[in-house]
């Protein structure tokens, strides 16, 4: 049933203290998102809004409340796609843009695909994009996160891609719902791994009434990236898809794991395959672990409105409205 969408910030160890703005910026932004297609927006617009007020949060790792690369910048990716005509438009590792979602879709409207770096920047003056400084982009709790990371890192190489030493983290293993769940998948019960590093990334997955589909998602990297280092989030098939006749998703989580495994694809192929939106979430998620060894979560919508997700990280912020009217949010 049309229309649907779903939003996630980001899949890590969310402390406590950190779990109210995550899900009230997660609930904020479905309520845009949702209110945009109520009034006729397509999907493509509603994803485009919703994550926008995600990245003007500074609770979340895109946009405004960025994590810092090792130079102590902000560098920002970000990716949409429209599953009716297959378009995408993306940017990566781009310096001074407040909503870089919004340059994204500049780029879906124009003749490329992705854009990086300083010609993204100058793109952003061409279409009009207004530029910040890195001083707007970060906050406090960002900046003493640098500090303490660069002070570590005085001593030995960080080595903040290699997923991280088994810690446990409790019993939850993989989690995964939705809004129907069939039996396809049943997740191997093992521990859930703490991922040490913050993993706010934005993402918005929604279904028109028209039947378009739509996805986005945008992110700040991981902290103390290397300068130029880009993950998943600005790939298609990796940290996003969408195809108005299968499904679309948003991923989060390790991009160097993500992007091996194509999260995003491959939880759209196992769509395909058969699988309700809950099971092909939980499928992919496995395929992430069991393959790659990764961490991460996905958000899906299929064409008929199901919502599902999974996550192998201790939580992961979602929220998501379907057109019984219902708004589920979690971690
Ligand atoms: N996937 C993002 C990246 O690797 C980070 C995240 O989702 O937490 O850049």
């Known amino acids: ?29 479905l309520a845009v998102g949702w209110e945009a297609l109520s ?62 979602i919004a340059l994204a879709r500049r780029v879906l409207e124009s003749e490329a695909v992705l854009l990086v770096g300083h010609g993204a920047e100058r793109f952003a003056d061409e279409v009009g994009i207004e530029r910040c400084s890195d001083e707007e982009l970060i906050v406090p709790r960002e900046r003493l996160r640098w500090e303490a990371l660069r002070r570590q890192t005085l001593y030995r190489t960080p080595d903040a891609f290699q997923r991280p030493p088994g810690e446990v983290a409790g019993q939850r293993g993989l989690v995964w719902g939705g809004s129907d769940r069939e039996t396809m998948c049943t997740p191997s019960l093992h521990p859930t791994i703490r991922t040490h590093h913050p993993g706010d990334t934005v993402g918005a997955v929604a279904l028109d009434r028209y039947g378009n589909l739509a996805a ?31 499904g679309g998703c948003s991923s989060t989580g390790w991009g160097e794991s993500i992007i091996k495994v194509l999260l995003a694809k491959t939880a759209i192929d196992l769509l395909s395959a058969g ?18 060894n ?11 409105g199901r919502v599902g997700f999974a996550f192998n ?8 409205r379907t057109a019984d009217g219902e708004v589920v949010t979690g971690v």
């Open 313 to 320: 990280t201790p939580r992961m912020a979602y929220a998501y």
């Open 216 to 246: 986005a998602t945008s992110t700040g990297g991981v902290p103390f990236k290397r300068p130029g280092r880009v993950g998943d989030s600005p790939l298609i098939g990796a940290g996003l898809y969408a195809d108005t006749l299968v």
């Open 294 to 304: 990764g961490l991460g979560g996905v958000i899906l919508l299929d064409p008929s």
């Open 1 to 29: 049933m049309l229309p649907a969408i779903v939003v996630h910030g980001g899949a890590w160890d969310i402390p406590d203290s950190e779990l109210e703005p995550h899900l009230a910026g997660c609930r904020r932004a």
């Open 275 to 292: 699988y309700a939106p809950a099971d092909a979430a939980c499928a992919a998620i496995e395929r992430l672990e069991q393959r790659v």
């Open 39 to 100: 009034s006729g927006a397509t999907a493509l617009d509603a994803v485009e809004a919703a994550v926008r007020v995600m990245e003007d949060d500074p609770a979340f790792d895109a946009g405004v409340g960025s994590v810092l690369n090792r130079d102590g910048l902000v560098e920002l990716d970000a990716a949409i796609m429209d599953g009716t005509t297959l378009r995408s438009g993306a940017v990566a590792a781009v310096r001074g843009i407040r909503n870089p």
